[in-house]
């Protein structure tokens, strides 16, 4: 039978998910001992829980010895994406339908921006911004919302791994900068981004309470049409959105 711990929950399982979590969190690359640093699990249950990660392709060991995440996730990874776009359907087509311009969520992936969901404007001229494509945080608005709700340290560390491309004249370039702009969006509660994925598109976004993994959802639009009195209806509207989705997350909260 398997082991309970001391909550409702099998102690197994709780600690498989504690190691996972601790790969992720030191960015998807370990070594036993840093493992064992950061847990009180004996040392013989920290390598039995990874030799039957290993077999289940969750985790791999590199020639290095370290352990990295394994392409087992991707497909977990994937379906769960799927599933929160689906949930946060609903909400995004509301949007549209208050707005009339395109609504996105995307989530943190491999320190990316994956757009995992979209209801499209009716206007012919419009954002397009394809299901399942990546990009980088910081210059997005849906990224920066992403990253808003991450520490400093975070956000420097993710820069460090993806760099900073600016894709157009308006993009920020420097992690100095960023913060600034991060820690604005914090203060008002939402992300613009003025240009700086396009130039002539104007987006605004907003975190979703306690999701899953850091999430974000946005309306965005050309200039002539996303302009302050837009803003005005965008915001508490995008605010309604995120607190549903945030419910539909939680239920039990």
Request: charged share 20%.
């Amino acid at each position: 039978m398997a082991e309970r711990g001391a909550g409702s929950g099998v102690q197994s399982v709780e600690r498989v998910f504690e190691l996972l979590e601790l790969i992720t969190a030191a960015g998807g690359e370990v070594m036993l001992s840093e493992l064992a640093a950061s847990t009180d699990l004996p040392l013989p249950t920290i390598h039995r829980l990874l030799r039957t990660l290993m077999a289940k392709g969750y985790i791999r060991q590199l020639a290095n010895r370290r352990y990295v995440l394994g392409p087992g996730l991707i497909r977990l990874g994937t379906a769960a994406s799927q599933q929160l776009g689906v949930l946060a359907g609903l909400q995004l087509r509301s949007l549209v339908d208050q707005l009339g311009e395109t609504a996105n969520m995307a989530v943190l992936d491999a320190d990316m921006a994956l757009y995992i969901a979209q209801a499209p404007s009716k206007h012919s001229m419009r954002m397009f911004t394809e299901v399942g494509r990546r990009a980088h945080t910081h210059a997005t608005g849906v990224g920066k919302a992403i990253l808003a709700q991450l520490g400093d340290d975070a956000v420097r560390a993710i820069m460090a791994r993806t760099g900073m491309p600016t894709p157009t004249t308006m993009s920020i370039g420097t992690v100095d900068d960023l913060l600034v702009d991060l820690a604005q969006i914090r203060e008002r509660g939402y992300s613009i981004d003025d240009g700086e994925q396009e130039l002539g598109v104007r987006c605004f976004a907003m975190g979703v309470p306690n999701a899953p993994t850091p999430t974000a959802i946005s309306v965005s639009g050309p200039v002539s049409r996303v302009d302050d009195a837009f803003a005005q209806r965008a915001i508490p509207a995008l605010r309604a959105a995120a607190d549903s989705i945030s419910l539909d997350l939680n239920p039990a909260a």
